[in-house]
């Protein structure tokens, strides 16, 4: 990677998605703050608003919630209009990015990089469109993008953080309840070898009195109800 790439890695704080040698995309790793070819970059434009003291770290100044995700699909149904909406970046200065971009995409793939650049230089003029322009909005375009993502991701994590604590509160009430149910079982055991162990003690008073007597008594009294046949 030479040297410019670093630089230019290091004043947007890794925002550049970059290529591996197997093609995946990977994010661009910003130089470390003592590289010689890093040095004496200022911390200007991009990277002020970054690094203010009242930035949220790695959310690329993007305080405020993001637009509310679609269904996730191919490409995440992105609102990117109210992306860009919420981080302060005008239609206008869109629509140059946009311009820059096609006039681009519209130049022969062999057309050598040096050529390009002024080709696009020109057209860029021709329109009265300053570069200068045309690269902070496209700075703040991606700023904007990895705000969203960071935003994002913490919204995930803090979603998935309270999933898993009501998660575990459920399982509690659960394991609870299922104690209390067991409890109440092992209860009412008790309860039927204490009545089992009085009837006994009452049983021997019928015992004495004989199988008949007892009978009619109880066919002949309105109090009793005959023991359900087994």
């Known amino acids: 990677m030479s040297d410019e790439h670093k630089g230019l890695g290091h004043t947007v704080l890794g925002w550049f998605i970059e ?25 200007t434009g991009a990277d002020a608003a970054l690094t203010a003291a009242d930035s949220p770290a790695g959310t690329g100044g993007f305080q405020m919630p993001p637009p509310a995700m679609g269904t996730p699909g191919p490409l995440g149904n992105v609102d990117f209009d109210a992306v860009f909406d919420a981080a302060g970046i005008a239609a206008e200065e869109r629509g140059q990015v ?6 681009l995409a519209n ?24 570069i200068e322009r045309i690269i902070e909005a496209s700075a703040q375009e991606i700023q904007a993008l990895e705000g969203y993502i960071q935003t994002g991701a913490a919204q995930a994590e803090s979603f998935r953080a309270e ?68």
């Open 98 to 103: 946009e311009r820059a971009r096609e006039l």
């Open 163 to 230: 999933a898993d604590r009501k998660v575990a509160a459920f399982e509690q009430e659960i394991k609870r309840i299922r104690e209390a149910a067991e409890s109440r079982v092992r209860e009412q055991q008790g309860v039927v070898g204490a009545c089992n162990a009085k009837k006994l003690e009452v049983q021997q008073i019928l015992e004495f009195f004989g199988q008949e007597a007892v009978a009619q008594v109880v066919r002949d009294s309105p109090k009793l109800q005959s023991p359900p046949q087994t």
């Open 107 to 130: 130049l022969p793939a062999e057309t050598a990089a040096p050529v390009k650049k002024q080709i696009v230089a020109a057209s860029l003029k021709a329109f009265g469109i300053p």
């Open 19 to 43: 290529k591996d040698a197997h093609g995946n995309e990977v994010p661009f790793t910003p130089a470390p703050a003592d590289d010689p070819s890093t040095s004496g970059i200022p911390a």
